[in-house]
């Protein structure tokens, strides 16, 4: 079950630097996103540890082991390789003042025979697109998706806050930091979309599933999410990562065609 990437990010409309960044490796079949937090370009410094790194010492893992590990041995090695991550911003942070409170968000996935083992810390977000249904696979750990789930907010409600930035969990910020990690299945057509709040934040479901929809190849997807986004305001960076399935569609799908 080949699988094919393509990744991409913009500063936005606002924004004069970019915070955001993402790393693919394509041997390892592992993706990594991360949406920095902090002072004067600390936002910066902190994702590119958190992509750099996993992207290194967990694709290198990968390559070596990956065809003789289980996938629990996989999600311990993210989880170890997250924590690492984690503790090497920290440091950072702590050793460096302007770099004082940096951290980041975090999606990491590694593609598998039929599946994605999928972890993630913050509200940065990965997204199923499956039969044209869209379906949101990461639950955000945040002040308002934590008002929700309590009742006191509504989706509708919540799109509507100025409070969307408040993440409970970030890398970085502090000395250990709960990764949440799933698997996942998957189907051949399956296009898998991880983004920035830069992304999600100015795109509700139903304007990303007519981008996915209307689009015929992963680049194309990309640019088209990224200008949708800054046309919907672009309040802050923007970054995307599309994979997608090699393999024949569910029957009656015919909604993407192959094509690179």
């Not at 080949?2 to 394509?26: H, I, K, Q, W, Y």
């Not at 409170?101 to 593609?111: A, I, Y």
């Not at 930035?165 to 890398?171: G, M, Q």
Request: proline letters at 2%; hydrophobic letters at 40%; a negative charge.
């Amino acid at each position: 079950m080949p699988f094919e990437f393509f990744s991409a990010t913009d500063p936005g409309r606002l924004r004069r630097n970019n915070e955001d960044s993402v790393a693919v490796d394509f041997d390892a079949s592992l993706v990594v996103l991360a949406d920095g937090m902090g002072g004067y370009n600390a936002g910066e410094v902190a994702s590119n540890i958190a992509t750099s790194f996993i992207r290194t010492e967990l694709g290198r893992w990968l390559i070596e082991a990956a065809a003789q590990a289980s996938d629990a041995d996989v999600r311990r090695a993210i989880d170890i390789c997250v924590d690492n991550a984690n503790r090497a911003i920290f440091n950072a942070a702590h050793s460096n003042p302007q770099y004082a409170g940096m951290g980041t968000t975090l999606v990491v996935g590694v593609f598998r025979e039929g599946r994605l083992l999928l972890g993630h810390v913050g509200d940065s977000r990965c997204y199923r697109w499956r039969d044209g249904t869209l379906t949101q696979l990461t639950r955000d750990h945040s002040l308002l998706q934590e008002q929700i789930d309590a009742g006191l907010l509504t989706k509708e409600e919540a799109a509507l806050s100025n409070n969307k930035n408040l993440v409970t969990r970030a890398v970085g910020v502090d000395e250990t930091v709960p990764l949440e990690c799933h698997q996942h299945d998957l189907l051949g057509g399956d296009v898998l979309l991880m983004c920035s709040d830069g992304l999600s934040d100015m795109l509700d479901d139903e304007h990303i599933s007519k981008v996915l929809q209307s689009s015929t190849t992963l680049e194309s997807c990309a640019s088209a999410l990224i200008d949708a986004a800054n046309q919907a305001g672009g309040k802050d960076n923007i970054a995307v990562i599309l994979s997608r399935v090699s393999g024949q569609p569910v029957a009656g799908r015919n909604w993407w065609p192959f094509k690179r």
